[in-house]
């Protein structure tokens, strides 16, 4: 072994040709395990999922599908039900993006601060984004119950009417949304207060030298120096809620009217329910599509900016 | 810290009261804050070790009246629990080990090693980040179901595995190890695969730590892929199955409470041991 090894080594020094040739062989061997993988349950049902969408597909016999072309996709903006859910998506990321922002921000800028007991509160508040979505989500249900609940014991005793969360129209989306909040600000939290730790002090030295406050300081300093974080954050988090699917389906299966119907359950529904695959495979293009031009945007935002 | 509070001090005249006011605000907020975060853990405890009667009744009670671990005897001897607790512990572990190795030898082709095309490789994995997972849900399930895999593991984990994350981040760090020790390495007559073994890895392990921590608690916790794959109830997850049991044991908070619990609790046990590791996997996402 330690033989052959050494010979390799002589010979990489002395034929740069054979070893390059070597390298492009072990390179395609080490890389080969991932690449099968991927290829196969990525990019494979990738590519398969627009040819599907171009076909009313036969879920029992696939040699029976027909091609349709365009047409699931001049279905799809037909569709009402399909617009009722990218609406519902949309809401539901206006209420979370934004929220998991600032509370992470101002999180973030709290346990930065002259505070005791900074490890632990770090943990506490990352701590629910290990939770299984599932678990979220049930243990929501009760904390919103009318009958039982923990959240309208209290608030029944400042008001008199507490707002029946999860079943009417109007509170049931910002409530999935305030567990979505609890249950994800941890990640964004942790990055944010990651970028605010690296900011060098001196620059908050100068600030308070020119007279800058509190808020001049967040405003010229913090924010500016951690745009990226900000900018990660935001991407993110508009991706994760774009594909939102299990709190409403625990939470509320949709209802009530299907208020709390998203995207992804919209898909899933067309497939498993209606056997629908190839309008299914539409819809996943067309959010991947809204997606990437997210991704594209944000590039284009943080572009020209080298540092 | 103090030490450039102390500066603020002594360039604003302010008075000492006026700053420790600041600072009493700042931890009534905090701590606020914190209390609302860990309220309902609280809440799932204190259920779960009630009956059914104080559960269901009005008021909170968080001391149980009398404690009880009747929910968790119902669960244990009325349901699969064990099995998806079982399940879901071999799905996440094989799921771990698959991605460090995987993605660590391809990080280390495309770092370490010096061949055409690599770039174009590379590029290929971090454009697949743009690719939501659900998009490729229905021709994933007809390639699963064709390969005969429905209610296997393996259902699971591989399409798990094809995500771009771990190497991604792997490649980031085996990118910045010094060059030097893999070219005394090369000298000396090691082989790549040696240099991969006894030199990139052990040198990693602090990265490899944190990625296997964050992979196994994302994978524990996957929810809809299993939801459509593992169709018997034998073959469940803890995630989709708590939610089985929630409709099987329709209006029993204490029991729903306790299954939550087992769910989680396995997870929660290990942040409390490797906080660090699991929080600096997620800092490294932020860094790109």
């Known amino acids: 072994m330690s033989v052959t090894d050494r010979f390799d080594g002589i010979k990489g020094v002395i034929s740069s040709d054979s070893r390059s040739r070597k390298e492009l062989i072990e390179g395609i061997l080490f890389s080969l395990p991932y690449l099968v993988i991927f290829g196969t349950f990525l990019l494979y049902p990738l590519v398969m999922g627009g040819y599907m969408s171009l076909f009313d597909w036969n879920a029992i016999d696939p040699t029976q599908s027909v091609f349709i ?32 922002l600032v509370v992470a921000l101002g999180l973030a800028l709290g346990v930065n601060r002259d505070i005791k007991g ?17 678990v979220t989500a049930l243990v929501w249900i009760d904390l919103y119950s009318t009958q039982y609940g923990m959240i309208n014991h209290y608030l029944g005793m400042i008001m008199a009417n507490p707002p ?56 010229d300093v913090t924010v500016p120096q951690i745009r990226h974080a900000i900018f990660f954050v935001i991407i993110i988090n508009i991706i994760w809620a774009a594909q939102v699917y299990g709190q409403p389906y625990v939470m509320t299966s949709g209802g009530p009217g299907k208020t709390t119907e998203t995207l ?44 | 810290m103090s030490d450039s509070s102390a500066t603020v001090n002594r360039f604003e005249s302010f008075s000492v009261g006026d700053v420790s006011m600041r600072s009493v605000g700042v931890h009534v907020v905090m701590y606020g804050a914190a209390l609302l975060f860990v309220l309902p853990y609280l809440y799932m405890i204190s259920t779960s070790l009630q009956t059914q009667q104080e559960a269901v009744s009005e008021g909170m009670h968080w001391i149980p009246d009398p404690i009880t671990f009747a929910a968790f005897t119902n669960l244990l001897t009325g349901s699969l629990i064990v099995q998806w607790a ?22 280390f082709a495309l770092t370490r090693l010096d061949w055409p095309g690599q770039r174009y490789v590379l590029g290929l994995i971090i454009a697949s980040f743009m690719v939501p997972g659900f998009v490729n849900i229905i021709p994933l399930y007809i390639l699963i179901a064709d390969l005969g895999l429905l209610n296997n593991y393996a259902a699971v984990i591989l399409p798990f595995a094809a995500g771009p994350l771990g190497v991604f981040l792997l490649a980031q760090f085996f990118r910045d190890l010094p060059h030097e020790l893999q070219e005394a390495a090369q000298l000396d007559g090691f082989s790549n695969l040696r240099i991969y073994t006894h030199i990139i890895l052990p040198l990693s392990k602090s990265i490899l730590t944190a990625l296997a921590l964050f992979i196994f608690v994302w994978s524990w916790n996957q929810f809809l892929w299993p939801l459509i794959v593992l169709q018997s109830e034998a073959a469940y997850t803890l995630p989709i199955g708590v939610v089985v049991l929630q409709d099987n044991f ?22 409390l041991l490797l906080q660090e590791q699991l929080m600096s996997a997620v800092e490294m996402q932020g860094v790109t």
């Open chain 1, 69 to 100: 072309g365009l047409e699931n996709y001049a279905q799809l903006m037909a569709d009402d039900g399909f617009w009722n859910a990218l609406k519902n998506t949309g809401y539901f990321a206006l209420l979370t993006v934004p929220s998991i």
């Open chain 1, 118 to 134: 900074k490890g632990l509160l770090r943990a506490i508040f990352f701590s629910p984004y290990i939770l299984t979505v599932s």
């Open chain 1, 164 to 219: 029946q969360w999860l079943q009417t129209r109007l509170t049931a989306m910002p409530a999935i949304a305030m567990t979505t909040v609890w249950w994800l600000v941890g990640f964004s939290f942790v990055i944010l207060l990651a970028a605010r730790q690296s900011v060098p002090e001196y620059l908050y030295e100068a600030a308070q030298l020119d007279g800058a406050g509190t808020w001049r300081q967040f405003r």
């Open chain 1, 264 to 307: 992804v359950m919209y898909l899933y529904q067309s497939a498993f329910s209606q056997r629908n695959f190839g309008y299914a495979a539409a819809i996943g293009y067309v959010l991947t599509g809204i997606l990437v031009l997210v991704s594209i945007a944000n590039y284009y935002f943080l572009g020209g900016d080298n540092e």
């Open chain 2, 86 to 107: 079982i399940n879901t512990l071999i799905i996440a572990s094989v799921t771990t080990l698959l991605v460090l190795l995987v993605d660590s030898m391809i990080a």
């Open chain 2, 250 to 271: 329709t209006y029993q908070p204490a029991v729903t409470m306790a299954s939550a619990l087992i769910a989680s609790g396995p997870l929660f046990i290990l942040f």
